[in-house]
């Protein structure tokens, strides 16, 4: 069976950006998604799977498709006094506060210098490009429950 709108999909990946892993799937673990519900994978990703049936790719994902170019505009530098007393002001802590119109937004400390702290609304990987090597073990068409619901059910889903 291949990958397509309303499948289960079974896979697990590597995820190198800039050639170093950034992230991946626990070893000996997997993950399950019901496709065209997976409001985690980067569109490019999403789409790289379309089609595929079990077996192994590598592909790359361009920042347009990934998490979008790098925006310096979402960069503040903020003073040190300017942030809660206890927060940690370690570069990759993340602090979470809302815009001007009450939305949340998450800040990523980028760097402290001296007083002052960089704090940075991008994703992490905004203006990378995003290179998969993915392993698909199972596609399965998904069951009516899970259709309403949304999610994958049973193994690698929610379980009710």
């Known amino acids: 069976m291949k990958v397509a709108d309303k499948t289960v999909v079974k896979f697990e990946y590597v995820l190198r950006v ?5 992230d991946r799937t626990h070893e000996g673990e997997t993950q399950t998604v019901l496709f065209g519900h997976a409001h985690g ?3 490019g990703l999403e789409a790289a799977l379309l089609g595929r049936e079990v077996g192994s790719f590598v592909v790359s994902v361009p920042p347009a498709q990934g998490y979008g170019e790098y925006d310096a505009s979402k960069c503040l530098e903020v003073r040190r006094a300017e942030l809660p007393a206890d927060f940690d002001l370690e570069p990759g802590a993340l602090l979470y506060a809302e815009d001007e119109a009450g939305n949340p937004v998450s800040y990523r400390v ?7 702290v960089i704090l940075d609304a991008n994703p992490k990987w905004a203006g990378k490009t995003l290179e998969y090597s993915i392993t698909i073990h199972a596609v399965r068409e998904a069951e009516p429950e899970e259709l309403e619901h949304g999610h994958v059910h049973g193994e690698g889903g929610v379980r009710h």
């Open 110 to 116: 980028t760097a402290v210098n001296g007083d002052l």
């Open 18 to 22: 800039d050639g170093e892993i950034a």
């Open 41 to 43: 994978l980067p569109a």
